[in-house]
């Protein structure tokens, strides 16, 4: 079964600690991408990464931080420099600049709540 | 820069009545076009997309939608709702950089 995994479904820290959250696919695709979403703004680019052991930062970097070591795995980063992190993170994938229609697959997404 | 506006942030509809959703996008070229969808707590779902080609394009679960270069639209419609369509959905314009730029949703309820 081909797809993208989020891992927790639900994340809760304090504040001042770092969260990594994890995303995976088996869907041979090179690119990847994380997203913030919050009610009434839709979605956000906060990374990207067309191919493996390079990443771009999107919209709104501020705060997080990523890595590309492996094709399937991009685990984002939620550092104590965040300074709003409660919200939901969604990951997608698509085959990359290889092809050309830019569809985008998403993951079940991560609800973190920092408190 | 791409932009895309969604006029509506909730529309209303009842059971068996037809569905328009607008869209309307900024773009220079030829635009990649998507509409997803997402139902609470729950990632996003293609339901169709415009490359090239015919200008009205099917999707799943009885979608359509049709691209109108000259209004820069690509409005999503469905003939007859049902109540399982009630969510979330969200127009998207490929963007430079093989990226995505979205809307920010439309929440449609059903009434029965």
């Known amino acids: 079964d081909g797809g993208i995994t989020q891992s927790p479904k639900y994340l809760f820290r304090k504040e001042g600690q770092n969260v990594t959250l994890s995303c995976e696919q088996n869907?041979?695709?090179?690119?990847m991408y994380w997203y913030r979403q919050d009610p009434g703004q839709g979605l956000r680019l906060i990374y990207y990464?067309?191919?493996?052991?390079?990443?771009q930062k999107g919209d709104i970097a501020e705060g997080y931080s990523v890595s590309r070591e492996k094709k399937e795995s991009f685990p984002l980063t939620v550092t104590s420099a965040q300074k709003n992190p409660t919200a939901f993170y969604l990951c997608?994938?698509?085959?990359?600049?290889?092809?050309?229609?830019?569809?985008?697959?998403f993951g079940p997404g991560t609800r973190l709540t920092v408190t | 820069a791409q932009s895309v506006t969604q006029p509506d942030i909730h529309i209303t509809v009842s059971e068996g009545a037809s569905l328009e959703l607008r869209c309307n996008y900024s773009?220079?070229?030829?635009?990649?076009l998507f509409w997803y969808v997402q139902s609470p707590g729950q990632g996003l779902q293609l339901l169709l997309k415009y490359f090239s080609g015919d200008t009205l394009v099917q999707g799943i679960k009885g979608f359509e939608a049709e691209f109108k270069r000259s209004q820069s639209s690509f409005n999503l419609r469905k003939p007859s709702v049902h109540w399982s369509d009630a969510a979330e959905y969200f127009c998207a314009v490929g963007a430079d950089g093989n990226k995505l730029v979205f809307g920010a949703g439309t929440i449609l309820r059903v009434k029965s």
């Open positions: 869907l041979n695709h090179d690119a």
């Open positions: 997608a994938s698509s085959p990359g600049l290889r092809d050309g229609s830019r569809e985008q697959y």
């Open positions: 773009y220079g070229a030829t635009p990649y």
């Open positions: 990464s067309q191919i493996v052991n390079d990443f």
